[in-house]
């Protein structure tokens, strides 16, 4: 499939050492945050989200942290594994917008090495 | 429960002609929503439609406009391509317009030349 990651910040991880993924938002009134990855020729897949009453959550080895002081959003992959190179967006959404659109960041390019 | 199908895969368009893309929506969705994807960058949103209208809009042009049918499928269109519209074109569907189960397809890859 075609790249998705060109020019985008790569970051290089050891298959089963822990990946930290990071993300600026860009609206302090965005209630609403989604973690995606997507993979080469594919859609964006959704793996975790978060609303902004909370600042943590977790999932299946994953975790999302969120700091509203400083709209920073990561993204947590505990093991990580071959199948987890890809590369990696962050959305945000004015939920009480009529309408439900996604604000994505620029993206991470996640490389896991043997 | 089917996914959110687009069609056609890829296709190649010279300046100044029109293009029509295509999407399904999942099974039980009635919104559809397009973006635009540029090599190396998160998707940007065009619009969304719900009960066959547009129902908000992003920083793109008239020449990008859409429809949306009775069975929730929907149509991308965009006249007199530039070069700068070669992309991934990315449909999701939801329900009632809701974020959560919000479903992507796999794009249509668009070349402008």
């Known amino acids: 499939g075609e790249s998705v990651g060109l020019h985008l910040p790569t970051l290089s991880v050891q298959e089963g050492d822990n990946s930290i993924i990071n993300c600026a938002y860009s609206n302090s009134a965005s209630d609403y945050f989604i973690w995606y990855k997507q993979e080469s020729g594919k859609g964006p897949q959704f793996i975790i989200d978060i609303r902004s009453n909370m600042d943590k959550r977790q999932g299946q080895r994953v975790t999302v942290l969120l700091n509203k002081t400083v709209k920073h959003l990561s993204l947590q992959i505990a093991a990580t594994q071959p199948g987890d190179s890809a590369v990696y967006f962050c959305?945000?959404?004015?939920?009480?917008?009529?309408?439900?659109?996604?604000?994505f960041g620029a993206g991470t390019q996640v490389v896991v090495t043997p | 429960e089917t996914g959110v199908t687009q069609s056609p895969t890829h296709l190649i368009k010279t300046r100044g002609q029109q293009v029509t893309l295509r999407c399904s929506s999942q099974?039980?969705?009635?919104?559809v929503s397009w973006y635009q994807q540029a090599l190396g960058q998160g998707p940007q949103f065009i619009f969304q439609?719900?009960?066959?209208?547009?129902?908000g809009r992003g920083n793109f042009p008239p020449r990008f406009s859409g429809l949306q049918f009775p069975n929730y499928s929907s149509e991308l269109n965009v006249n007199a391509l530039e070069l700068d519209d070669s992309a991934l074109y990315l449909c999701a569907s939801s329900r009632q317009g809701r974020l959560i189960g919000y479903t992507f397809g796999s794009g249509t890859r668009l070349t402008v030349v």
């Open positions: 959305a945000e959404s004015l939920t009480t917008d009529s309408w439900g659109k996604l604000q």
């Open positions: 099974s039980g969705h009635n919104t």
């Open positions: 439609y719900y009960r066959e209208e547009e129902n």
